[in-house]
C-alpha cells in the first residue's frame, strides 16, 4: 500500500466544472509533485513544492490549475475550469529531497 | 531538455524466461529510478538506482551513468510481472522526466 494517499480515486466532471483532488504525501518528505499521465502513458509535470513553497510550475499549470500544500493539510490540485483534455490520471508523489520519489495511487479525472 | 527512451516498446515473454529492458538518456542523471504500473493502477516504485547495481527479489537494475543508461533484468518472469515498466530521471532539480515504458505481457 502507498504511503503517499490521494483522494478521490474517480472523478467525474463535467466541462467547465472545478475539479479538486487531494494528496497527502508520505510522512517526512518536504517535497512534493503532481504529474499528469495521459492514456498514451505520457506524463506531464505540472508543479511542485517544497515545504509548502512552490519550486516549479509549467505555464498550463499558472493559468487553469491552482495547487497548494499547506503545513499540517493535505495538498490540492484543482482545476478552474475542466476542459476534456484534462481527462487523464493524476499522480502525486512525494520525496525526502534527495533520493527516491514515493507515488500515490492517484486520481482518474474524467471530464465530459 | 531531458529524453528518455525506453527499449523495446513492447515485449512478450513466457512464464519464467528472463526479461532484459532498456532505459536510455540524453543528459546527466542524478537520480534514476524504475517503476511499474498496472492497466488502470498506480505507479509502484520497484528499484532506486542512479548508478551501480541494485538487487530485489526477481529485479536486478545496472545503471551505467557516463554512458547514460540503465537496465532492469527481471528473471524467472510470471503473469503478474505483466504491465508497463517506466523509466524516470532526474537532474539536480526534483522534477522527474519519465521514459516511453515498455510493455511487458507474460504468457503463462
Known amino acids: 500500500n502507498s504511503k503517499v494517499i490521494q483522494t478521490p480515486r474517480y472523478l467525474v466532471k463535467g466541462q467547465g466544472q472545478k475539479a479538486k483532488m487531494r494528496c497527502i504525501p508520505e510522512k517526512g518528505h518536504p517535497v512534493v509533485f503532481w504529474y499528469q499521465q495521459n492514456k498514451n502513458n505520457e506524463f506531464k509535470f505540472l508543479i511542485n513544492?517544497?515545504?509548502?513553497?512552490?519550486?516549479?510550475q509549467i505555464d498550463m499549470t499558472e493559468k487553469r490549475f491552482s495547487a497548494e500544500c499547506p503545513s499540517n493539510s493535505p495538498c490540492s490540485l484543482e482545476i478552474q475550469s475542466s476542459e476534456a483534455g484534462d481527462s487523464a490520471l493524476y499522480l502525486c508523489a512525494s520525496s525526502p529531497g534527495v533520493s527516491d520519489y514515493t507515488f500515490g495511487s492517484g486520481t482518474r479525472l474524467l471530464v465530459i | 531538455g531531458q529524453q528518455v527512451q525506453q527499449s523495446p516498446a513492447s515485449l512478450v515473454l513466457q512464464e519464467g524466461e528472463n526479461a532484459e529492458l532498456q532505459c536510455n538518456f540524453s543528459?546527466?542523471?542524478?537520480?534514476l529510478q524504475w517503476f511499474y504500473q498496472r492497466p488502470g493502477g498506480s505507479l509502484v516504485s520497484l528499484l532506486y538506482?542512479?548508478?551501480g547495481t541494485k538487487h530485489t527479489g526477481r529485479l536486478t537494475s545496472t545503471t551505467v551513468t557516463k554512458e547514460r543508461r540503465s537496465s532492469l533484468h527481471i528473471s524467472s518472469s510470471q503473469t503478474t510481472d505483466s504491465g508497463t515498466y517506466f523509466c524516470?530521471?532526474?537532474?539536480?532539480?526534483?522534477?522527474?522526466?519519465f521514459g516511453t515504458g515498455t510493455s511487458l505481457l507474460v504468457d503463462p
Open positions: 543528459s546527466t542523471a542524478t537520480r
Open positions: 513544492f517544497q515545504n509548502q513553497e512552490v519550486l516549479q
Open positions: 538506482n542512479p548508478s
Open positions: 524516470a530521471i532526474s537532474n539536480m532539480g526534483y522534477k522527474l522526466t
